[in-house]
Nanobody, 127 residues
Framework: QVQLVESGGGLVQPGGSLRLSCTAS????????MGWFRQAAGKKREGVSCVSSIGDNTNIADSVKGRFTISRDNAKNTVYLEMNSLQPEDTAIYYCAARQVHLRDAPPCETFYYEHWGQGTQVTVSS
């Protein structure tokens, strides 16, 4: 059974940092393109950053460029999202997603592209 479990969310003050983790079970993550998405209250789910299955090529949203970094540790079957300089507008539920594809190109960071989704972890940025 394919499963993605996110962790690491929480409450943080503006300017703070968090690292989200997404651990996969039921499949080998190295054969999958992976992505982080977020959905704020009343808004559509949007792509934050996505990484290819080969070569770790990434796609990242302009709104988080320079502050967020996606990475993967295939040995741990885990993908991370390092988030720095967090702002109130980053408040959202953050979701991890996966698609089985062998591509070197940075994958689209669009919801339609991904086959499997986690349940999400809440990130709240507030003083």
């Amino acid at each position: 059974q394919v499963q993605l479990v996110e962790s690491g969310g929480g409450l943080v003050q503006p300017g703070g940092s968090l690292r989200l983790s997404c651990t996969a079970s039921g499949f080998t993550l190295e054969h999958y393109a992976m992505g982080w998405f977020r959905q704020a209250a009343g808004k559509k789910r949007e792509g934050v950053s996505c990484v290819s299955s080969i070569g770790d090529n990434t796609n990242i949203a302009d709104s988080v460029k320079g502050r967020f970094t996606i990475s993967r540790d295939n040995a741990k079957n885990t993908v991370y999202l390092e988030m720095n300089s967090l702002q109130p507008e980053d408040t959202a539920i953050y979701y991890c997603a996966a698609r089985q594809v062998h591509l070197r190109d940075a994958p689209p960071c669009e919801t339609f592209y991904y086959e499997h989704w986690g349940q999400g972890t809440q990130v709240t940025v507030s003083s």
